[in-house]
């Protein structure tokens, strides 16, 4: 049974900084990438970044360019999301996936598994 649990979330002012994990189990780790997400209810949910199965790349959109550092540890089986510069607009449940594929990491429906997300708050 394939596990992503999240954790790492909470509330943070504006300007500050967090860190996300996410630990996988049930799975052969390295052969997946993987990906974050965001979602704010009655929003679509929103590519966040993404990394190779090596760690060899990463992808990020321009609303999180430079702020966010995706990274991976695949002795440990875990995806990391290190997020500064925080903005009240960056507020949201913050999800990992992972995906067999290589291409389209930015795209929801590419995913196989997800975890049940954590919460981001970022106060102004």
């Known amino acids: 049974q394939v596990q992503l649990v999240e954790s790492g979330g909470g509330v943070v002012q504006a300007g500050g900084s967090l860190r996300l994990s996410c630990a996988a189990s049930?799975?052969?780790?390295?052969?997946?990438?993987m990906g974050w997400f965001r979602q704010v209810p009655g929003k679509e949910r929103e590519f966040v970044a993404a990394i190779l199965r090596s760690g060899s790349s990463t992808y990020y959109p321009d609303s999180v360019k430079g702020r966010f550092t995706m990274s991976r540890d695949n002795a440990k089986n875990t995806v990391y999301l290190q997020m500064n510069s925080l903005e009240p607009e960056d507020t949201a449940v913050y999800s990992c996936?992972?995906?067999?594929?290589?291409?389209?990491?930015?795209?929801?429906?590419?995913?196989?598994?997800w975890g049940q997300g954590t919460q981001v708050t970022v106060s102004s």
């Open positions: 049930g799975l052969t780790f390295s052969t997946y990438a």
């Open positions: 996936a992972a995906t067999r594929r290589i291409a389209s990491l930015g795209v929801t429906n590419a995913y196989d598994y």
